[in-house]
């Protein structure tokens, strides 16, 4: 299954950082998400652009995760040529993340 059927995502940036939240839809798969989208598998996923190391802080009241990829994108905003300068599409990119099936809680 994708990130995308169980959270939505956001993408900020601040020179050459990129920042991504995943916020869970539903309360009960925040869990599944601190377990599957750990900071290893997103450096994963983004090896190709990501050269820098890769930062996860957990806000469980948020039922979020926030992700910061460091030196993502190709040296920041004012120096780079690149079509998304501000890796706006960073966020779609990861919600394409192939996590294992997730079993919902019968009450959903």
């Not at 450096?43 to 979020?64: N, T």
């Amino acid at each position: 299954m994708k990130l995308r059927e169980l959270a939505h995502a956001r993408a900020g940036d601040k020179g050459n950082i990129s920042n991504i939240s995943v916020i869970a839809l539903e309360a009960g798969d925040y869990a599944f998400l601190l377990e599957h989208v750990t900071a290893e598998r997103v450096k994963l996923h983004f090896a190709d652009i990501v050269a820098g190391k890769v930062e996860r802080y957990e806000m469980p009241a948020l039922g979020a995760l926030n992700f910061v990829l460091h030196d993502a994108l190709g040296g920041g905003v004012t120096r780079s040529l690149s079509l998304d300068a501000h890796g706006k599409s960073l966020s779609s990119c990861l919600l394409e993340l192939e996590l294992p099936e997730h079993h919902h809680p019968p009450n959903r």
